[in-house]
């Protein structure tokens, strides 16, 4: 079969050049694939705010039924809402990573 057409017309070109048509592609195609509008950015707040809220909430809630149900010396209510609170924002930190990780594996994809 015949050769990529993209990379038969590369053969000529410096590696500075092929990299910075690689980059230009990559970004036509990430513009056509996803529109990032301001509602996107909300979304993305929400997702990542929701995800630190829950928990937290879930915290405090379980911490308010155990205090109401087995008082004692120390709050269990501020000690799972503090626990909630770090649950919640290693979620968000964690899926904040495992998006960054899959741009940067499809980045990398284009370069192939």
């Known amino acids: 079969m015949a050769e990529d057409p ?3 017309s590369d053969k000529g070109l410096s590696p ?3 990299r910075v048509g690689a980059q ?3 970004k ?4 056509g694939q996803v529109n990032h509008t301001v509602w996107f950015g909300l979304g993305m707040m929400g997702l990542v705010g929701w995800s630190v809220a829950i928990p937290t909430l879930l915290g405090a809630g379980l911490g308010i ?3 109401k149900h087995y008082p004692g010396s120390h709050s269990w209510t501020l000690a799972l809402l503090v626990a909630g ?3 919640g924002c290693f979620n ?3 899926w904040l990573v495992k998006e960054e990780q899959a741009i940067r594996e ?3 994809n284009d370069h192939e």
Do not use: H, I, M, T
């Open 106 to 108: 499809e980045g990398e």
């Open 28 to 31: 036509l195609k990430v513009q």
């Open 85 to 87: 609170l770090c649950l």
């Open 65 to 67: 039924w155990l205090d």
């Open 24 to 26: 230009a592609a990559r």
């Open 16 to 18: 500075f050049s092929r």
């Open 92 to 94: 968000a930190w964690r």
């Open 6 to 8: 993209k990379k038969e």
